[in-house]
């Protein structure tokens, strides 16, 4: 690891490896919180346009037709479909690309809790698509049904970061998962019920570069320039078939592996960019950027270049060719009544949240053997009300199902359901802040365990342990002596043990990073000697605040500093005693999927991002106050 100065000083408590590796989970939920204003200035922008003096010129340039030809094939389709249909592909990639991951490595890695979101998801869908169809059953507005259906991440997530910055996590993943479903059902919506015109000789051709896609994946190290030719081709197939091709782009993304990198992988690259540095050759050099890059899996090398391009220009563009309307005086006398725009706002504003609360309940029923909701009934109705939110898919099928007013119409309803339902959302919460306290423990109670990440519980006879062994919390860390980022935490958990006193327990298990620390698995079992002789801590704390000085002869003057047997301790030491007790710890690590230090594990689960004193503070919070609920302890 690099010492820390500059930027990593910058971010005190957070590797770089923490930062952009460890939680994509939060980057995809901070990303879409960012995006979300940036989303709204470019809806404002695009109603200001299409309504200013001039405003001729937003629909000219957004029907401008653009053609591309290669020989005698050809595509050709106008700006807004272009961004509709070719980069809004990416932005299903990057939701499939999470979805994927949560699947691989989340919560619903646990596949029955797939239960409780994937029939949310449908309640969410089903009750709006009903409420639509029965303001425009048997009128004209009828085929815009699929309009009513999908939540609209980047707006959703966002909206709830704003009224709630406090909110749950597991209400924001919920919300994140039943709105990647959502998405994924509507893309089907598209494929079946909005497209007139299907080439099964297409289909079959996409269909064959999709398998061939997935083959391409047990290929070397050519595959990724190969790969991306073929989904490209995938594209085109799907666009020449009919098909929404956007559609491409969310199959993709469930079809992209997630893993953690893995210490062998990891420590390869070190020895690739070792070679480097002794040799500077481009061979080395390219040898080195692949090992680099094959540590770390597709699914995130590809969310980590493409989100912030979905997120922050595609979304917004999108926004900016679609969502400007002309609005007259007689559009809006003819949308508050209009059985279009009703339709979407309530079938948003109420069905979504009355959809998405009742098909949780049935989920998680006791008599259908169902899994526990992973959120009480109170948040459920919170995330349904943000869910509420319509606008990037609604405005798609919009745009298949309606021209002229009709479109303008469903359009407005869509927007409208950007303002009230986050007001709405709001409302609810503020309700549900006001439920006496004795009633929203009774209703966590209920929710669904965490699924614990440590593979190997806390050994009271074999692990170190500060702290007694009845605490509410325990707060493990896997660490290296030599790891400068280890020294730098050690601080935020004095202060956070002086803070908790007995409520919290610290337990320390050895993770040498030898690639990179050359004197750590000495100074880890130099340690372990010392516990031999009952003074673990002692030299845990020595050997953390002196981690430039861990050579032999340093070490021997600690444990005469300590009071131990030196004669005993060097022995240990020289005949390597205790490095069978450090490679066990090596290897519950490598069970629990951790690579790096320091990884901290609160209850179990293991924690991501910053570790200052203020984050694990709250962290550790979260936690007793969940440990303190009856049958939770």
């Known amino acids: 690891m690099m010492s820390p100065d500059g930027e990593a000083q910058a971010d005190a408590g957070r590797t770089a490896w923490a930062r952009n590796l460890a939680s994509p989970v939060r980057d995809f939920l901070g990303a879409e919180t960012g995006s979300a204003v940036v989303l709204l200035s470019a809806t404002v922008l695009a109603l200001l346009w299409a309504n200013l003096p001039g405003s001729g010129s937003y629909e000219s340039l957004w029907t401008t037709k653009l053609t591309i030809s290669i020989g005698s094939g050809t595509i050709s389709a106008d700006l807004r479909h272009w961004i509709d249909e070719g980069l809004m592909t990416f932005f299903f990639l990057v939701v ?194 692949r090992g680099v890059l094959s540590a770390i899996s597709p699914n995130e090398r590809l969310q980590y270049g493409l989100h912030p391009w979905t997120s922050y220009v595609i979304v917004p563009l999108f926004a900016l060719a679609n969502a400007g309307v002309h609005v007259t005086g007689s559009l809006m006398t003819a949308a508050v009544s209009s059985p279009i725009t009703l339709g979407i706002l309530v079938g948003y504003v109420v069905g979504k949240p009355t959809g998405i609360t009742g098909a949780s309940w049935i989920a998680s029923r006791p008599a259908l053997h169902g899994p526990r909701s992973p959120l009480s009934t109170p948040l459920l109705v919170v995330g349904g009300a943000f869910a509420g939110i319509g606008f990037t898919v609604s405005l798609l099928i919009s745009d298949l199902a309606f021209t002229g007013r009709r479109l303008d119409e469903a359009k407005l309803g869509a927007l409208a359901s950007v303002v009230v339902a986050p007001l709405v959302g ?152 205790y490095a069978a007790r450090v490679s066990e710890d090596v290897s519950s690590a490598d069970e629990s999927g951790v690579s790096g230090t320091p990884t901290f594990f609160v209850n179990g689960r293991r924690h991501y991002g910053a570790y200052d004193i203020d984050t694990l503070t709250e962290t550790v919070r979260a936690v007793r106050r969940r440990a303190q609920l009856p049958g939770r302890a």
């Not at 089903?126 to 991440?153: E, H, Q, R």
């Not at 030898?514 to 000697?529: K, M, R, S």
């Not at 981690?547 to 131990?564: I, N, R, V």
């Open 96 to 289: 499939g690309l999470e979805a994927k991951r949560e699947l691989d490595l989340g919560e619903l890695r646990e596949r029955r809790r797939l239960a409780v979101p994937l029939l949310a998801a449908v309640g969410g869908m089903a009750l709006p698509v009903a409420i639509y169809l029965a303001f425009n059953a048997g009128g004209p507005g009828a085929k815009g049904w699929g309009a009513a259906m999908s939540t609209d991440t980047a707006f959703a997530l966002g909206a709830l970061a704003l009224f709630t910055p406090r909110a749950a996590t597991r209400l924001r993943v919920f919300l994140l998962t039943l709105a990647v479903f959502d998405d994924l059902c509507a893309l089907l919506v598209i494929a079946v019920a909005y497209t007139t015109h299907v080439s099964f000789i297409a289909l079959a051709i996409a269909a064959a570069l999709f398998a061939a896609l997935l083959a391409l994946r047990y290929a070397p190290e050519w595959r990724r320039p190969v790969s991306i030719a073929v989904a490209v081709g995938l594209w085109i197939a799907m666009f020449k078939s009919g098909v929404d091709p956007v559609v491409s782009g969310l199959a993709v993304g469930l079809a992209t592996s997630a893993y953690p990198p893995s210490r062998d992988d990891l420590e390869r690259a070190t020895t690739l960019a070792r070679s480097f540095r002794e040799q500077p050759t481009p061979e080395l050099a390219r040898s080195a950027q």
């Open 426 to 577: 709001w409302a609810v919460l503020r309700v549900v802040q006001r439920l006496p306290s004795t009633v929203r423990a009774r209703q966590i109670a209920r929710t669904s365990e965490d699924i614990l990440d440590l593979s190997q519980d806390v050994d009271p006879d074999r692990d170190h342990i500060r702290g007694p062994d009845d605490a509410l919390v325990t707060l493990l860390e896997y660490g290296d002596f030599e790891c400068p980022y280890c020294g730098q935490a050690e601080g935020a958990i004095r202060d956070l043990l002086a803070s908790f006193g007995d409520e919290v327990r610290y337990v320390w298990r050895n993770l040498p990073l030898n690639d990179v620390h050359p004197n750590a698995q000495l100074a880890a079992e130099a340690a372990e000697a010392a516990a031999a002789q009952g003074s673990f801590w002692e030299m845990h704390d020595i050997l953390l605040g002196h981690q430039g000085e861990l050579k032999p002869e340093d070490l021997e003057s600690y444990a005469g500093q300590l009071g131990l047997d030196t004669d005993r301790f060097l022995e240990a030491l020289r005949r390597r005693q």
